[in-house]
């Protein structure tokens, strides 16, 4: 049976074939293709996310997770080699990059709502759980993949590595463990909340718990080429915290330096006046229609176009900036304007959240 949901074929690495999809077919060139040469290609990009040409000069797209699916046997503008697959034979239509990211969204969501409309209440509920499980599981695998990869380049270049080298890496272990540390910290906060809120507060600086986020981000900035500019201002004002505050300063950050194109700025500004204390982060982000900008703090609620620029984000990042903000009786205001700039297809425009403290 085709396992296979998306429009477009996909990689089968049990197969170590493409799979039809459920409106393209397996091109010719692809049934004659040598499968050692696929098999490594597709082992190679599989943690690489973005647009890549295949071996035999067609289109895949890669979501940058090893454990998914690698979309492929198409042709994507600006990713394939006319002169491998002129004389084909196939009908081999030219696809943007937006169209094949959209419609791989939406395929998700119609598997999605398909499971809710099959499944009664308690399956469905279970479903819920089961998604933010998936989601907090995905993210620590991902930063532990992180913490591996950097140990193992500080233990092979023992002796060789400069020690600027060697406090890079070791400055990318502490960021990858402090962002595994506010997700277990956040599953907690959601699957009982009561651990949460019976534990003793705590009296901190903001300034101090945001610039302490934005340098252990600093490497991140670096790897995703976004700018993350020093703090604007100051402020010596403290308040009275829960543990799980701290994944308010990530996931804000965290998410500006995520959905922003190369080579912008992230900003973040401290206004304290003598009333209220002001913190205003800014950056480029993925569009936002009026609705989507009414609910993108929902639970799993985001933007059409922050999905197709990430696909493994789950909704749940604002939907807990949220409950912490109203935890800690913080004003929590998000704004998205017009469209400034075009990046992959994607319309980007000004994204600022203002969180407002009340002395």
């Not at 039809?20 to 690489?48: H, M, W």
């Not at 040409?53 to 492929?72: F, K, R, W």
Request: glycine share 6%.
């Amino acid at each position: 049976m085709n396992r296979n949901n998306f429009p477009f074929p996909i990689w089968d690495t049990n197969s170590d074939s493409p799979i039809e999809g459920t409106l393209f077919e397996i091109p010719s060139i692809c049934q004659k293709a040598r499968r050692k040469n696929c098999r490594r290609f597709y082992k190679n990009v599989a943690d690489k996310k973005g647009f890549h040409e295949c071996p035999e000069g067609l289109s895949c797209y890669s979501t940058g997770d090893n454990q998914a699916d690698i979309v492929t046997a198409i042709r994507i503008e600006d990713t394939y080699s006319n002169s491998k697959i002129k004389n084909s034979g196939d009908y081999l239509p030219t696809l943007p990059k937006k169209l094949v990211l959209s419609s791989l969204m939406r395929s998700k969501d119609q598997v999605k709502k398909r499971v809710h409309e099959t499944a009664d209440i308690e399956e469905a509920e279970g479903f819920e759980d089961k998604q933010l499980v998936d989601f907090s599981l995905h993210e620590v695998r991902k930063f532990n993949r992180q913490i591996k990869r950097y140990s193992e380049e500080i233990l092979s270049g023992l002796g060789s590595l400069a020690t600027k080298s060697i406090e890079s890496k070791a400055q990318s272990i502490f960021s990858a463990s402090s962002m595994i540390s506010t997700r277990l910290n956040i599953y907690d906060f959601e699957v009982n909340p009561q651990t949460i809120t019976s534990q003793d507060t705590r009296s901190a600086n903001i300034y101090k718990k945001f610039d302490k986020t934005r340098r252990i981000l600093s490497s991140y900035a670096k790897e995703k080429n976004v700018t993350l500019s020093p703090i604007t201002g100051n402020s010596y004002h403290e308040i009275e915290i829960y543990q799980v505050f701290d994944f308010l300063p990530f996931v804000l950050m965290e998410n500006a330096i995520k959905y922003s194109p190369e080579s912008q700025d992230v900003n973040l500004e401290f206004d304290d006046a003598a009333n209220e204390l002001t913190i205003t982060l800014s950056s480029i982000g993925p569009k936002n229609s009026k609705e989507e900008l009414a609910n993108i703090v929902q639970k799993g609620k985001r933007g059409r176009h922050a999905k197709i620029v990430d696909e493994s984000g789950g909704g749940y990042g604002l939907y807990f900036a949220t409950l912490i903000c109203d935890l800690h009786e913080i004003d929590m205001k998000i704004d998205s304007g017009d469209a400034r700039l075009t990046y992959n297809g994607i319309e980007y425009s000004s994204f600022t959240v203002t969180l407002r403290i009340y002395k």
